[in-house]
């Protein structure tokens, strides 16, 4: 503490009386009693004087919050620029900060990487400029490939993947249609398995820009270039007229019967590109547009509950944080804003972040947290974000290009992809 106080020069004269308290468990309790601090210390020498109290035998970083706000300017800033009295003992609340511990090895593919699904455990699922889908046990062994687009992939997900050995990814892609695949993961081996879809889904006038499942269900929507959402059934025995597919050469299979599906119901309304769709309850879709507006659909009716408007381009769009009732979307500026549709008067975002340098192409709300989420941008960063505070709490700068992608994966760790034709998996990050 010393040390602190006295590389403080001048202002170290300034000092405030001040209490940690943490949530976090041993051996990150510190003592209760109050301690003497210089009024110019950073986030920085908080961290190095929580540190010093704890004793920790390895150095851990925090991040503090003063009224339920995270600080990210020395503190006698922060104090002045919220009123708050630096009279009395104030309370800082300590968390581990929110930045990767360490980077995995990039996983190359033969063109750009498009889109990333984190949503199982188990596995990751890439779509590639390539026409291809992967499914990834972990950065190094790409167990499975998802074959038969003429296009490249724009989305991909999973329908259903925890528990059963079973699963169900769809994709979607510029060639119009979207496949749906079935995928023995037990089956894996070396050579990676190569498997065809059991059902094409043909509809779309355009290419299909995104894909999403429904939650706890069997369908899927997706959003095209035609300005339509439309939905579908991921069941085989619904398929409308079932044709015998083309015969299919490699690997001596026997010849394959492929279904196909027609779209069940279409909803209309958006006036450009449906960029991006969510599915995040059992009746509700959300969409955005290039044509500025957000858009909440009711399932069963197919009519829209909800618009909101813009100003902008908008590529990508995810619900989540508090009460998962939170809208965030990105697009054609480097703001990601969020939305609050709860309140009345919804059409300002009740949240903008600021600090990408290009356009946004990707956002996704950590599943557990009302707080954190995560932005891709082509400006080649991707940024983990808090609405505690306004500035990034970490920025992943390792793809070399274009991010195209981002999500979640296990909690704590993200996994994007980009330009740089890599998938990308940085791991290590505590949300408290």
């Known amino acids: 503490l010393e040390a602190i106080m006295d590389g403080g020069g001048e202002d170290a004269s300034k000092v405030i009386h001040v209490k940690f308290v943490t949530k976090l468990d041993s051996p990150f309790q510190a003592p209760s009693s109050s301690v003497v601090i210089p009024s110019n210390v950073t986030r920085l020498g908080l961290s190095s004087i929580v540190n010093s109290l704890l004793t920790l035998e390895k150095h851990e970083a925090f ?20 009123g708050i009295s630096a009279e009395r003992t104030l309370e800082i609340e300590y968390i581990r900060a929110v930045a990767p511990r360490k980077e995995e090895k990039p996983s190359l593919h033969d063109d750009w990487v498009s889109a990333v699904d984190g949503s199982s455990s188990r596995f990751i699922l890439t779509g590639c400029y390539d026409g291809l889908g992967r499914i990834w046990s972990s950065p190094e062994s790409c167990t499975h490939i998802l074959e038969g687009h003429s296009g490249a992939i724009s989305s991909i997900a999973f329908v259903s993947s925890e528990g059963a050995e079973n ?13 749906l695949f079935k995928v023995d993961t037990a089956e894996s081996g070396d050579p990676t398995t190569r498997v065809g879809a059991y059902k094409i889904l043909r509809g779309h006038k355009a290419s299909v820009a995104s894909v999403a499942a429904q939650k706890y269900g069997s369908k899927i929507c997706s959003g095209s270039w035609d300005c339509t959402i439309n939905l579908w059934d991921t069941d085989e025995a619904t398929s409308e007229l079932s044709v015998a597919g083309k015969r299919r050469k490699g690997n001596n299979q026997a010849e394959e019967t492929q279904l196909e599906g027609e779209a069940e119901n279409t909803f209309v309304g958006h006036t450009q590109c449906v960029s991006s ?3 995040p309850e059992h009746d509700v879709i959300y969409s955005c547009s290039w044509d500025h507006s957000i858009r909440r659909w009711d399932v069963p009716t197919g009519k829209e509950s909800m618009n909101l408007f813009c100003g902008k381009a908008l590529n990508t769009v995810d619900v989540g944080g508090e009460g998962s009732a939170l809208v965030a979307a990105g697009g054609s500026d480097p703001i990601l804003r969020v939305w609050d549709p709860r309140k009345p008067g919804t059409s ?8 990408h340098a290009s356009w946004i192409s990707a956002c996704k709300w950590h599943k557990s ?12 960063k991707i940024m983990l974000c808090d609405l ?10 390792t793809h070399k290009d274009k991010v195209l992608c981002a999500d ?5 760790s993200v996994v994007s992809g980009g330009a740089d034709s890599n998938l990308r998996i940085s791991s290590g990050i505590s949300i408290s």
Request: glycine share 4%; net charge negative; aromatic share 16%.
């Open 167 to 179: 699963v169900t990814v769809a994709t979607a892609a510029k060639d119009r249609t979207l496949r």
């Open 369 to 380: 947290s009302w707080f954190h989420l995560v932005s891709a941008s082509y400006d080649g």
């Open 408 to 412: 979640w994966w296990k909690g704590d």
């Open 348 to 355: 300002a975002p009740v949240f903008q972040f600021a600090s």
């Open 277 to 279: 769709v969510v599915w």
């Open 63 to 82: 991040d503090f919050l003063i009224d339920g706000e995270l600080i990210r300017m020395s503190l006698e800033q922060f104090l002045l620029a919220k």
């Open 388 to 397: 505690r505070t306004a500035w990034p709490l970490s920025v992943i700068d």
